[in-house]
Structure formats: C-alpha cells, structure tokens
C-alpha cells in the first residue's frame, strides 16, 4: 500500500490525529499539549469554550485559528435542533463550515443518538456544512451516515472519557472495508497503544482529547500519541504476516547440519 494524503472534505492535513481542547488545567497547558501532539485539527466546543469574548481569556489568544485548524464541535448538545443552532453560531462566530457533529443521548454513558445525529447531519449537509460525525460503531447506521452526505465517519472505541480502548474491532473493520470516507476513531482511547492499534485497523485518524488532557503528564502523553498514530499508520501500510496458531522458524532448513 501506498501513503495517501490525510484529506477531509478536500483539505489536506499533516497530522492524523485530532486533539481536543477540553479539560485542561489552562489554556497555556493545552497550547503546550497541541504544539507536543504535532496535530493540526483541533476541536473546540463551542458551548464551553470562550472564542469570542475577547474581555476574557479565550483559546485563539494560546491557539492561533490561521495555523492550526479549528473544528468546532456540538459537545452538551442532547437534541438535533440544539446540535443545528450550535453551529450556525460557529459559522456566524468564525466563518466555520467543517464541523464536528456530536448529539448525545444520555447525560450518564454519552452514547451517540443515531436519530437525532442522522437528522442533523442531513440538514447541516444541505445548509452547506462539511460534517463529521460522532457516531456509535453500527456499520448500517455508518452507511447511513455517508449517504446522507457526511464528510468523515467518527465512531466511538468505548463511551467518551472512559480510556478504555478499542471495544470492537469487528464493527470497526467492517466499516473500513465498506466506506471510502475517512474513518476516524472518536472517544475511548486510553493510552498510546489504543491509538497505534485503532490505525492498524486502517483508520485514518485518530480524536484524542481526555487521554491527553487527563494524564499526570499531559505534554508528554500528547507527543506519545502522535508517535503511536505515526507507528500504527506505517504498520498497517507495511502489512502484517497472516497470523498461524503454529510455530514458524526464521531460517530455511535447506543445509542444515
């Protein structure tokens, strides 16, 4: 397999992975995080995070929006219409138009809300938006996703902040196998291992955000994921051997003693 370029919606990226904005100590700790990460995608929440008053600390004063792409997000949103008007202000804020689309179901697991996040998804794509979207890993509901004009399909490896990895790579690989947009593991990574392992699976991103922001060291987290996501995207170009149940030795007996 050849390298291809990380491209969303056209736009093409350096890094394939995506860092959250979120939970940080302060926003110089997050700065210093993103700079470590080496990711140029951001996520920024736009019903939490100050980017428009400017009488009070606000994100693109530690951020600058001209070198590092913001991807405004729906994050607290638990219905459609709530998600839809959260982004038209994104747009009238910034002049947004790639978005992150995150409609959640309940306040205690954050499991997607499919219907909700369809319905969305199909109005924001007619108002011009270039959606991504958070989704639960049901590859039906990810065609879904894709026919209705979504720009990247983004499910979740376990509920969002649990850290505890990838729960099903079945449905993660069917879902490569059967869409051609990026596919991008949204929620759930832990550790750096759980990155390198979600592009071994032919992902083509990464979003990481409580992984890093959570650690007791979160600079040094940010960089060891961007190595893992590096690691994992150069072992699954270079293709693994078929795994076999029995012992295989790694010289010929041909002249053997």
Do not use: H
């Not at 490569?176 to 992902?203: F, N, W, Y």
């Not at 040094?220 to 996501?229: D, H, I």
């Not at 170009?237 to 030795?249: D, E, Q, T, V």
């Amino acid at each position: 397999m050849i390298e291809k370029k990380f491209k969303i919606a056209k736009k093409s990226f350096k890094s394939r992975l995506i860092v959250g904005t979120g939970k940080y100590k302060s926003f110089n700790e997050c700065a210093k995080a993103i700079k470590s990460s080496g990711a140029d995608i951001v996520t920024v929440a736009v019903r939490r995070v100050n980017i428009s008053d400017k009488n009070k600390a606000r994100l693109m004063d530690y951020i600058d929006p001209k070198k590092i792409t913001y991807l405004p997000n729906t994050a607290g949103c638990f219905t459609a219409e709530d998600a839809v008007r959260t982004l038209r202000l994104a747009r009238e804020i910034g002049g947004w138009k790639l978005v992150k689309l995150e409609v959640l179901g309940d306040k205690k697991n954050l499991f997607p809300e499919m219907i909700e996040t369809l319905k969305s998804t199909e109005l924001l794509t007619k108002e011009g938006f270039k959606v991504m979207v958070y989704c639960n890993d049901d590859p039906l509901m990810a065609k879904r996703l894709e026919n209705a004009g979504a720009v990247a399909i983004m499910p979740l490896a376990a509920p969002i902040g649990s850290g505890l990895g990838i729960q099903n790579k079945v449905n993660i690989k069917i879902i490569r196998k059967q869409t051609k947009l990026p596919l991008i593991i949204d929620a759930g990574i832990g550790e750096a291992s759980d990155a390198c392992v979600a592009m071994e699976l032919g992902c083509d991103g990464v979003l990481i955000n409580t992984a890093i922001a959570k650690a007791k060291n979160p600079i040094q987290m940010a960089e060891a994921m961007k190595l893992a996501v590096i690691s994992g995207r150069k072992s699954f170009l270079s293709g693994r051997i078929n795994p076999n149940l029995f012992g295989s030795a790694s010289t010929s007996n041909k002249g053997i003693i």
